[in-house]
């Protein structure tokens, strides 16, 4: 079955058909990094420490809105390596955490 491209804001795209909507992030060698489910958000963190959260819109497999535009996942990859920022997933408060462990240390 052929996919017919849609225009996304300028975007030929062609959308998951199966309601998947997760964005890949990966680096500049096209490894995958992590996952965010459309309208998630990601944390930048600048080489001066300081952070910024981006709002993530899937458009389609290979392009997203992250922040206030449309980006090929290699364009945003090759920007977040060029400027020497880390991203990471934004933790939101009903996902959860990992549980932890908790050591007892017995009194005698």
Excluded: W
Excluded at 19 to 34: A, E, M, P, V, W
Excluded at 56 to 67: K, L, P, R, S, V
Excluded at 79 to 94: A, D, F, K, L, S
């Amino acid at each position: 079955m052929s996919r017919e491209p849609v225009n996304i804001a300028g975007v030929c795209a062609f959308p998951n058909e199966n309601g998947g909507r997760n964005i890949r992030f990966i680096d500049t060698s096209y490894k995958t990094l992590f996952h965010v489910p459309d309208h998630g958000a990601v944390t930048l963190t600048r080489t001066d420490g300081t952070q910024q959260t981006l709002a993530c819109h899937y458009i389609d497999d290979t392009h997203a809105y992250i922040g206030s535009r449309a980006y090929h996942i290699m364009e945003f990859a090759e920007m977040v390596r060029r400027n020497g920022y880390t991203c990471q997933p934004e933790q939101t408060p009903h996902q959860k955490q990992p549980k932890q462990k908790h050591r007892h240390k017995l009194e005698r």
